[in-house]
């Protein structure tokens, strides 16, 4: 018989927090709001706690656990994981994380021309005893124009690209695409990948007429989420990339309702 050099007894005393597989990419199928359903690869992360005697974990159990559900993940099997990891490794608590691309795709507003938009999204689900935590988090690219640089200005103002970082609880499912249109309409103007001439001038001008700092932003976001029936608890986050300052522009808002 092999030696289980994991199980064996260790002296030091200090448990681990989390112990795993990190950077696994694995096929997904999301349903969406537009297509019914849509296929990604998600880069994954799969950890559990160690108690403080054992000297290891069995790593090869995580990709057991990961490949047990077929060639491809559903949300289902996501949120199902961390209680397997728990029983699998016999930990008290486990925690999965699946971060991947997600496309829509989207017409231009004047010439209709259509494109694919590429969104972040994360899944994180922690299981601790019969509790379970799942958070969505999308990733949002948008555009704001400087109220003040509008203010101050005799000719144009300052606008600049950022990335919101929309994290949520909920007590029912919430499609992704309704978490990216509540970002995209707090923005001074959402983007596009495919702009003729009379989009860029729609665009450029609805964001002249709809300036935004990046705390308007966030607050946008946020009385949006206090809105929505299923929404428990949200973090958003707003970083814009400035076009004339050498740092970035940030803003937090988190509140549970």
């Known amino acids: 018989m092999l030696q289980d050099t994991q199980s064996q007894r260790d002296a030091r005393g200090i448990p681990i927090d989390r112990v795993g597989v990190r950077n696994i990419r694995f096929p997904l199928r999301i349903k969406?709001?537009?297509?019914?359903?849509?296929h990604t690869v998600a880069m994954v992360s799969l950890a559990v706690d160690l108690?403080?005697?054992?000297?290891?974990?069995?790593?090869?159990?995580?990709v057991e656990a990961l490949h047990a559900h077929g060639h491809a993940l559903t949300v289902a099997d996501i949120a199902a994981m961390p209680r397997d990891l728990m029983k699998r490794l016999n930990a008290a608590k486990a925690h999965v994380l699946f971060r991947f691309p997600?496309?829509?795709?989207?017409?231009?507003?004047?010439?209709?021309?259509?494109?694919?938009?590429?969104?972040?999204?994360?899944f994180e689900v922690n299981a601790e005893d019969e509790k379970l935590?799942?958070?969505?988090?999308?990733?949002?690219?948008?555009?704001?124009?400087?109220p003040c640089s509008k203010a101050i200005s005799d000719r144009g103002a300052h606008n600049q690209r950022g990335v919101v970082t929309?994290?949520?609880r909920f007590n029912k499912p919430i499609w992704i695409e309704d978490l990216i249109e509540m970002v995209?309409?707090?923005?001074?103007?959402?983007?596009?990948?495919?702009?003729?001439?009379?989009?860029?001038?729609?665009?450029?001008?609805?964001?002249?007429?709809?300036?935004?700092?990046?705390?308007?932003l966030?607050?946008?976001?946020?009385?949006?989420?206090?809105?929505?029936?299923?929404?428990?608890?949200?973090?958003?986050e707003a970083?814009?990339?400035?076009?004339?300052?050498?740092?970035?522009a940030w803003a937090v808002v988190e509140m549970k309702r």
């Open 51 to 62: 108690p403080h005697h054992y000297k290891g974990t069995h790593m090869s159990r995580f």
């Open 239 to 248: 970083e814009n990339f400035e076009s004339i300052h050498n740092h970035n």
């Open 133 to 146: 935590d799942f958070v969505v988090t999308v990733e949002v690219p948008v555009a704001t124009l400087c």
């Open 166 to 168: 929309f994290a949520v």
């Open 218 to 236: 966030v607050r946008n976001i946020a009385i949006q989420a206090k809105k929505h029936p299923d929404i428990t608890w949200f973090r958003v």
């Open 184 to 216: 995209e309409s707090s923005a001074s103007c959402e983007l596009y990948s495919v702009l003729k001439r009379p989009d860029e001038k729609q665009v450029t001008e609805r964001a002249y007429d709809n300036p935004v700092f990046v705390e308007d």
């Open 32 to 38: 969406d709001r537009d297509q019914l359903e849509q």
């Open 102 to 122: 997600y496309f829509r795709s989207k017409e231009a507003p004047v010439s209709r021309a259509k494109g694919l938009m590429d969104y972040g999204v994360i």
